[in-house]
């Protein structure tokens, strides 16, 4: 299988992450399959498209006639089995629930032809925790976007031992064709590479705050204007989710036993409460009279 064998994409789970997907992969000129099991977020992922596409023609990114096509890429349905039974690649996005994906995996090995590439955009979740559920484990990889996905130009294409070379090459053009950067990493690491790094940053940047040494806002401005990141690691982690950091550090947790590897008291904290960065309006920040 080559890059160019690939026309129809599918995207499971039609949340912020895969509706992004979703909407990039119809804008690059693919066929495009958007499902989910929840009509309301189906319907979301839906209203999304119909803004975000006339947003970038008001802003001189895509002209209508791009627009018009990248709408006529993408479709939506409840039925996992229509969304997949063409597919040539599919992209699994749904919750970082094992359990869940193995069991997705094992339907999308019955569903897709047998050339389609599965892979998975967990972003902690190895794919070989997967592959023993299908008949096609050579073609099971991560393909791991990042937080904003229609903006973010970094993609992890994470290598298993299960995992073909041709996988991971048709993965890695596939990204270059959506206009991404890919970086191929060879091994299954905990964290893979960029969101270790972070990790680092992150729990370093914690434990200062525990010990009150800064508040949230000196230590995310010190990373931004000492150390020149984009944000700080406290307004990073409100993008990506609390809730994400407080499972993927209990997660951790189980497989490790290391009580280092728990959620802070206070990430601890705003889990409990439901404050879970900006898609509830309260985080680290306060978001809640920011349209």
């Known amino acids: 299988m080559k890059s160019s064998d690939i026309k129809n994409i599918a995207v499971v789970g039609a949340g912020n992450m895969g509706h992004q997907i979703a909407t990039l992969s119809a804008i690059q000129g693919y066929k495009v399959v958007c499902t989910d099991v929840k009509e309301d977020i ?78 998975t955009n967990s972003s902690f979740i190895v794919s070989s925790r997967i592959a023993d559920v299908t008949n096609r484990p050579e073609k099971i990889c991560n393909l791991h976007f990042f937080n904003p996905a229609l903006v973010m130009k970094l993609v992890e294409v994470v290598q298993g031992p299960h995992t073909s070379d ?4 048709v993965s890695m053009e596939l990204c270059r064709n959506l206009d991404k950067v890919p970086v191929h990493l060879k091994k299954e690491v905990d964290g893979f590479l960029l969101n270790r ?71 601890v904290e705003h889990y409990v409460k439901g404050e879970y960065g900006q898609k509830t309006g309260k985080g680290w920040y306060d978001y809640s009279d920011k349209k």
Not at 78 to 85: H, I, N, P, R
Not at 94 to 115: G, W, Y
Not at 166 to 169: D, G, K, P, R
Request: hydrophobic share 40%; proline share 4%.
């Open 166 to 169: 041709e996988t991971v090459e």
């Open 42 to 119: 189906l319907k979301k992922a839906e209203e999304f498209v119909d803004n975000y596409l006339p947003g970038r023609v008001k802003k001189g990114k895509l002209t209508e006639e791009q627009a018009k096509q990248a709408r006529d890429n993408i479709s939506f349905t409840l039925s996992l089995e229509d969304a997949v039974k063409d597919a040539d690649y599919v992209i699994e996005a749904v919750l970082e629930v094992l359990d869940l994906k193995r069991k997705i995996f094992a339907d999308l090995d019955k569903m897709t032809p047998s050339h389609a590439i599965l892979a």
């Open 197 to 267: 790094i972070i990790r680092a940053i992150f729990n370093e940047a914690q434990w200062m705050l525990e010990m009150g040494v800064a508040s949230v806002e000196d230590i995310d401005n010190a990373c931004m204007y000492g150390a020149g990141h984009p944000m700080g690691p406290f307004r990073l982690n409100d993008l990506t989710g609390i809730d994400l950091a407080y499972t993927m550090a209990m997660e951790n947790f189980k497989e490790t036993g290391d009580f280092k590897d728990l959620p802070s008291p206070s990430v």
